[in-house]
């Protein structure tokens, strides 16, 4: 095998191994935007809730008189 045939050879190897690499990467963003998404809806559904359960109490942060270290 000459010296082109053989870096050429390489050449191509590596570019399978950094296409591997890409594709990896896609799929795990793909799976991470997917997760974040999800993450984003549970904390918008804890905070109606939390804001739900607030509400039932009559609970208003603004009611409270100030800590005693004003």
Do not use: K
């Not at 904390?43 to 208003?60: I, M, S």
């Amino acid at each position: 095998m000459s010296n082109l045939e053989q870096r050429l050879t390489e050449l191509e190897v590596r570019l399978t191994f950094i296409d591997e690499a890409v594709q990896a990467l896609t799929a795990a963003d793909a799976d991470q935007s997917l997760r974040l998404v999800e993450l984003e809806r549970l904390v918008r559904d804890l905070r109606n809730e939390l804001a739900t359960v607030r509400t039932g109490q009559g609970h208003d942060p603004h009611s409270e008189p100030p800590p005693p270290h004003y």
